[in-house]
């Protein structure tokens, strides 16, 4: 042990050449970058198979040529994907500006729950209720409610659309999940930098603006990531309130003649829109060494 460790110092450059590994080394990234071959094989070829055995188990059902007619038309595809690419572009817009909202909202809910002190009793509890209520009502029947209900109503100062009353049903059900991943973020901050920000002279205000919120919201990142790829697909379903996005276009081109072909590009394009922001998702994990939103590729 003592010779060999002697004959690799006695290997080793003089100070101030340039560094080269030594055969120890050389043998060690070669047997990692083998192992790395074998295990993209491995992966490649198992993808491969399965790929294989699902499609031949689809081409051969018995239904399968009118499925392919129903579903997979080419000329249909191409015949709906402009009108149900206009409609992604009004699901893309409502999703930005809903998520903008729901952070604020989400945001305020969460720290409304986390003041401490027996004079914000009512505040902690209207969050709560609010919090309990919306996660507990399905968006659908949120969007139900709202978008056929409220405009009926005609308050003054509000509008009318349905559009409005489905982004609201969006923003009052998902700012309840946000303002809870927020809450859990500011109550991962240890008591001791809200305590330490005190002792320096801070606010309870400027402790928990400049010290908490900081600190929590970079904690919750890839949890926001997760729930704004949810966001995307759920903004879809305000088409059952008549508005014309990308699901709604595509029934509007399957009325035509019963063939549901719009269908699966409307699932195409959303997938198209969704991978990538997962991907971020799962990007924005790993650099804060929490794992991947959805789980390892």
Same mark, same amino acid.
């Given at each position: 042990?003592?010779?060999?460790?002697?004959?690799?110092?006695?290997?080793?450059?003089?100070?101030?050449?340039?560094?080269?590994?030594?055969?120890?080394?050389?043998?060690?990234?070669?047997?990692?970058?083998?192992?790395?071959?074998?295990? *993209?094989?491995?992966?490649?070829?198992?993808? %491969? =198979?399965?790929? &294989?055995?699902?499609? @031949? #188990?689809?081409? $051969?059902?018995?239904?399968?040529?009118?499925?392919?007619?129903?579903?997979?038309?080419?000329?249909?595809?191409?015949?709906?994907?402009?009108?149900?690419?206009?409609? *992604?572009?009004?699901?893309?817009?409502?999703? %930005? =500006?809903?998520? &903008?909202?729901?952070? @604020? #909202?989400?945001? $305020?809910?969460?720290?409304?729950?986390?003041?401490?002190?027996?004079?914000?009793?009512?505040?902690?509890?209207?969050?709560?209720?609010?919090?309990?209520?919306?996660?507990?009502?399905?968006?659908?029947?949120?969007?139900?409610?709202?978008g056929f209900g409220a405009p009926a109503l005609d308050l003054t100062g509000l509008p009318t659309s349905v559009l409005f009353w489905g982004a609201t049903s969006l923003v009052l059900s998902y700012s309840a999940y946000v303002a809870e991943v927020f809450r859990a973020g500011i109550e991962t901050v240890h008591p001791s930098q809200r305590a330490a920000a005190r002792a320096l002279g801070l606010t309870y205000a400027q402790s928990l603006r400049f010290v908490?919120?900081?600190?929590?919201?970079?904690?919750?990142?890839?949890?926001?990531?997760?729930?704004?790829?949810s966001l995307q697909k759920d903004s879809g379903l305000v088409s059952v309130l008549g508005i014309t996005d990308a699901i709604r276009a595509a029934q509007i081109s399957t009325a035509e003649d019963f063939n549901y072909t719009p269908y699966v590009v409307a699932g195409v394009v959303f997938v198209a829109l969704t991978i990538p922001m997962a991907r971020v998702a799962d990007r924005v994990s790993r650099r804060r060494g929490q794992g991947p939103v959805g789980g390892h590729l």
């Open positions: 042990m003592s010779t060999s460790t002697s004959t690799d110092r006695s290997a080793a450059p003089p100070p101030g050449a340039g560094w080269t590994p030594s055969p120890v080394e050389r043998e060690r990234a070669a047997y990692r970058s083998a192992r790395a071959r074998r295990s *993209l094989l491995a992966s490649t070829g198992s993808t %491969v =198979v399965v790929l &294989v055995v699902a499609a @031949v #188990l689809l081409v $051969t059902s018995p239904g399968w040529p009118r499925v392919r007619d129903t579903w997979f038309s080419w000329d249909k595809a191409v015949e709906s994907f402009p009108a149900v690419l206009d409609g *992604l572009w009004l699901n893309i817009r409502l999703m %930005v =500006v809903c998520a &903008v909202a729901i952070v @604020v #909202l989400g945001l $305020t809910l969460a720290v409304l729950r986390t003041l401490r002190g027996a004079v914000f009793a009512p505040l902690r509890i209207f969050a709560t209720v609010y919090v309990d209520l919306f996660r507990g009502l399905p968006l659908l029947l949120v969007l139900l409610l709202l908490v919120l900081p600190q929590a919201v970079r904690r919750v990142v890839p949890a926001l990531m997760n729930d704004l790829v």
